[in-house]
């Protein structure tokens, strides 16, 4: 998408939104004919398995390694995978909300939750309930991110004051707050403990091992990389966008590319615009789905972003805002 004539929001003009649908493939709504949704739909089991053994061969074996080469770059380069790994783990648990890891509903919420969930600090129950309100109305009085989505485009120095403060672990840390504080509440209770009890039990693994310094490596990372990771990969799908029955006024369209997939959209959750058109279609067949849509003409060349960094540097292009005067405190 050319942003260097585009007015000063996020929201793509008229002129490269046509009216296409439906198609022979698609219906009104973008979702394809159910003789083609059927074959988009089919939830890969075996793969999918596969899928996540792969996320633990990553964080597990990467710090067993790192930890046997026992050289500070290795370290350094387990520091810097382990907050893709994070990625991973939150994509997995996101596919499994969406009750798509497994065609079995129990064995996918049971993996949802013990497997990709708690250990990776996400209660897949919970969060599903949220998600499930950001699906069925973008932008709408039950947007759970909003506060991650609205105010786009913001100036260069505000976007630098959000990722610093997600890179140093303010981020981070209020959300570990929250968890340790929701221990004690009545609904958020067992799922805070779940959370805070794999990572205590992570950690007396690797004490047990003689290394508690370890779980830095997965803990650290958590705080700090990936949440830079997953604001520019939230702003990257709604960043500035607005509530429309238009699924291309609510969610970006972003070119995919090798390094983007790797460390910032694993598991095909960069193609977003798909996935909200049909989020019953798994992420192994969103290429696919965002193919069909490219093909109808109803996602243009001129909608889509042609990297991440060119859609963050339209992100960052807006004007500093100042901020409310905050009332004094009563008394």
């Known amino acids: 998408m050319d942003t260097a004539t585009a007015p000063p929001t996020m929201v793509p003009p008229p002129t490269v939104l046509p009216e296409v649908l439906p198609t022979d493939r698609l219906l009104v709504s973008g979702k394809a004919v159910p003789e083609i949704r059927s074959g988009l739909r089919r939830i890969p089991v075996v793969r999918n398995a596969i ?28 520091f810097v995978w382990m907050g893709r790994t994070h990625a991973a783990f939150a994509a997995l648990s996101h596919e499994a909300a969406h009750r798509l890891l497994f065609a079995n509903k ?12 708690y250990p990776g600090f996400i209660s897949t129950d919970l969060y599903r309930r ?20 609205v105010g786009y485009p913001v100036s260069r120095a505000s976007l630098r004051r959000k990722l610093t403060r997600d890179a140093v672990g303010i981020s981070g840390w209020k959300n570990l707050r929250s968890i340790i504080k929701g221990a004690r509440m009545k609904d958020f209770g067992r799922h805070a403990r779940r959370i805070l009890g794999f990572q205590l039990a992570f950690l007396v693994v690797a004490t047990v091992l003689g290394r508690p310094e370890l779980y830095l490596l997965w803990f650290v990372p958590w705080m700090t990389s990936w949440r830079v990771i997953n604001r520019l990969r939230a702003i990257a799908e709604h960043g500035g966008m607005e509530h429309s ?26 193609w977003h615009l798909a996935h909200h058109v049909d989020m019953g279609v798994p992420w192994r067949n969103l290429p696919q789905m965002h193919a069909e849509l490219r093909a109808s003409g109803w996602v243009p060349e001129g909608l889509e972003h042609r990297s991440y960094p060119a859609l963050w540097r339209a992100l960052a292009r807006g004007t500093e805002r100042s901020r409310p005067i905050e009332a004094p405190a009563p008394g």
Do not use: C
Not at 141 to 147: G, I, R, Y
Not at 256 to 268: A, K
């Open 130 to 149: 949220g998600h499930m309100a950001h699906h069925k109305e973008e932008f709408g009085p039950h947007e759970p991110d909003m506060n991650l989505y």
């Open 51 to 78: 899928a996540v053994a792969s996320v633990y061969a990553q964080s597990v074996g990467l710090i067993a390694l790192a930890a046997w080469i026992g050289h500070p770059l290795g370290y350094v380069v387990a």
């Open 245 to 270: 029955k238009d699924r291309r006024r609510t969610t970006h369209s972003v070119r995919q590319h090798p390094l983007g997939r790797f460390f910032l959209v694993p598991y095909n959750i960069g």
């Open 106 to 117: 129990r064995v996918n919420d049971w993996v949802g939750r013990w497997v990709v969930g």
